[in-house]
T-cell receptor, first 110, second 116 residues
Framework: QKEVEQDPGPLSVPEGAIVSLNCTYS??????FMWYRQYSRKGPELLMY????GNKEDGRFTAQVDKSSKYISLFIRDSQPSDSATYLC??????????FGTGTRLKVLA | KAGVTQTPRYLIKTRGQQVTLSCSPI?????VSWYQQTPGQGLQFLFE???????NKGNFPGRFSGRQFSNSRSEMNVSTLELGDSALYLC???????????????FGEGSRLTVL
């Protein structure tokens, strides 16, 4: 069993929809939780970073962490075609090592 | 400020050969990490270097090695290439903790290796 599970998609939604992306993890020692966005032929870039359970909002993006359920989510409001990318969840496992989900491919249709 | 630079961007090798990939971190970043990205496995941690010292290593065979130079530039080497080594190899640098470390990895665009 992988330490971090993420549905690979692809997920297709119409422009303006609310998108929900999720990851589950098995190691309760994970401390920091991140979401990265990766466009085709590019490296991942950090979208959101959270430490504790709860919600964190940044513009159209909301990151949610539920440590008791070992479940994290990223919500995208008013999705745009430019949001079409692969979204990777990541967790800091300690000793300078990050564990990534396999990524969810999102396509927002105009 | 220039981002993380990786060279070469694309390369094709045959089984049994070796390859060296290079990474120049963002100026002022002293921690460099390497990840292998494949469609089935996602990003997998290879190793992390700081001040020329490897501080952690992922679960990869000894054919995968790396080093860091005094200017923080890093190289990784894969010897005796196998078909399964075909992947995107990503390098990431991390800002120093005293600048308000957020755990952010700044990634380069990667080196795409194809092994035939």
């Amino acid at each position: 069993q992988k330490e971090v599970e993420q549905d690979p998609g692809p997920l297709s939604v119409p422009e303006g929809a609310i998108v929900s992306l999720n990851c589950t993890y098995s190691n309760s020692a994970f401390q920091y939780f991140m979401w990265y966005r990766q466009y085709s032929r590019k490296g991942p870039e950090l979208l959101m970073y959270t430490y504790s359970s709860g919600n964190k909002e940044d513009g159209r993006f909301t990151a949610q962490v539920d440590k008791s359920s070992k479940y994290i989510s990223l919500f995208i409001r008013d999705s745009q075609p430019s949001d079409s990318a692969t979204y990777l969840c990541a967790m800091y496992a300690g000793t300078y090592k990050y564990i990534f989900g396999t990524g969810t491919r999102l396509k927002v249709l105009a | 400020k220039a981002g993380v630079t990786q060279t070469p961007r694309y390369l094709i090798k045959t089984r049994g050969q070796q390859v060296t990939l290079s990474c120049s971190p963002i100026s002022g970043h002293r921690s460099v990490s390497w990840y292998q990205q494949t469609p089935g496995q996602g990003l997998q941690f290879l190793f992390e270097y700081f001040s020329e010292t490897q501080r952690n290593k992922g679960n990869f065979p000894g054919r995968f090695s790396g080093r860091q130079f005094s200017n923080s530039r890093s190289e990784m080497n894969v010897s005796t290439l196998e078909l399964g080594d075909s992947a995107l190899y990503l390098c990431a640098s991390t800002p120093p903790r005293e600048t308000g470390y957020t755990g952010e990895l700044f990634f380069g665009e990667g080196s795409r290796l194809t092994v035939l």
